[in-house]
């Protein structure tokens, strides 16, 4: 392992990075929390929805990863030029404001106004989140701190996700305001949290302006591209999954209290996996397990469409667990690959653009998800998802090409005329 560069040595880095997994975990489950409830909250009912709601809940719930996707990037600059915490901390109140104003009301306006200012909020947290972890931490070690961060930021989605169905049952839809209130109650607990394990933190003055041609270094480079374009076709996936899932799972009959304790177990296994192969792709190097995430991820859609067509065998669940198993490998490495590219000085750019790209997934996903399935049913959802795993392959294959030609990060830059 390399030596920990001064940032990761200095005294305050476990406080910094403790704020920000706790910020991270509690914006992260506030979201899962209201995404689940969120079709039987806006249709009134918990069971099932017709064919007239199905296409307005995707385009209400699309909004706040268009939110997060159309600003993200404002925010990333932000972070670089007014510091990651004042960002961090900025986003957190807002969004604990936004669930608590969902909580008054069930029109689409409310509701997708709402939703949209909520994905802005999300969308600084995770810039200035990301952009802290990369600096606190060595390239020797980021794998394991980008684990940690992925750990606590799935685990409050899906932990979120469970409470959210486990209530879908337990409670009469017209208590479901008080979860919204919930949510906002836990992300206050997050901000307090952030702001208490900073005090007396000063961040270094280094930026004072953010000039306009640092976003083309920050951005529209080969190898930052390369490092989050799979996350793109990753979330279109994810995307679908999220919010139909409980409205699905409810209509075919599984009890929302079996899905959420299902949800609930992946949860503790992201929580004891993601640090553990960030530390491996630091000792063995990040490109074996972004090959060995990809094989995991096209896996797991291959044997789910064998299971739709030939029913949930033993072999074939088996074969399940273990390539979601080999897919939990990608985004310690991933996330890690990405800030060894990054430049200090626009790094909360940089790292935004993960952010983007798993926004605009989501929307995409949502999209040609539905409108597949409308016009072709079953065979729709197989053309989605061989487009997924095909996707995924070929944009892995070339960024495993490109660092075997060239393994080391690119040189930091200059300005223009020095």
Request: charged share 10%.
């Amino acid at each position: 392992m390399s030596s920990a560069t001064p940032a990761h040595a200095a005294p305050e880095s476990s406080r910094l990075l403790g704020a920000v997994f706790g910020a991270t975990f509690f914006i992260r489950f506030g979201f899962g929390l209201t995404v689940s409830i969120f079709a039987s909250y806006f249709a009134r009912q918990s069971v099932g929805l017709d064919s007239g709601s199905v296409g307005l809940v995707g385009l209400l719930s699309s909004l706040a990863p268009i939110g997060e996707g159309l600003t993200v990037l404002f925010s990333g600059m932000a972070t670089d030029r007014y510091g990651r915490f004042p960002i961090l901390l900025a986003g957190t109140i807002s969004a604990a404001a936004l669930l608590a104003v969902m909580s008054l009301g069930r029109t689409a306006l409310l509701l997708g106004g709402t939703n949209f200012l909520f994905g802005v909020a999300s969308g600084a947290i995770l810039a200035a989140s990301l952009a802290v972890v990369a600096d606190q931490s060595g390239r020797g070690e980021r794998g394991l701190e980008m684990g940690r961060f992925d750990a606590v930021n799935l685990l409050g989605y899906i932990l979120g996700f469970a409470c959210g169905f486990g209530a879908l049952g337990a409670l009469p839809n017209s208590e479901l305001p008080w979860l919204f209130r919930l949510g906002a109650l836990v992300l206050l607990g997050g901000f307090a949290f952030a702001l208490f394990s900073i005090r007396k933190y000063r961040e270094p003055a280094d930026h004072k302006t953010f000039e306009l041609w640092r976003i083309r270094d920050a951005v529209l480079r080969r190898d930052v591209l390369l490092v989050v374009a799979p996350w793109f076709v990753i979330y279109m996936l994810l995307g679908t999954a999220f919010i139909f899932l409980g409205s699905a799972a409810t209509g075919a009959g599984l009890p929302t209290s079996w899905l959420a304790l299902l949800i609930g177990g992946g949860g503790l296994l992201l929580l004891l996996t993601q640090p553990w192969f960030g530390r491996q792709a630091d000792r063995r190097g990040r490109p074996l397990f972004l090959l060995l995430g990809t094989i995991g991820f096209v896996s797991l859609l291959v044997l789910a469409g064998l299971v739709a067509q030939y029913g949930p065998q033993r072999a074939l669940l088996a074969g399940i667990g273990v390539s979601a198993l080999f897919a939990l490998g990608y985004g310690p490495a991933a996330l890690a690959s990405l800030a060894d590219v990054s430049h200090a000085i626009t790094r909360g750019t940089t790292m935004a653009v993960y952010s983007l790209v798993i926004s605009a997934g989501m929307v995409a996903g949502l999209w040609v998800s539905s409108g597949l399935y409308s016009a072709y049913r079953v065979t729709g959802l197989d053309i989605f998802f061989g487009v997924i795993a095909a996707g995924l392959v070929v944009l892995t294959a070339v960024r495993l090409h490109d660092l075997r030609k060239q393994p080391r990060t690119s040189p930091a830059p200059t300005a223009p005329g020095s």
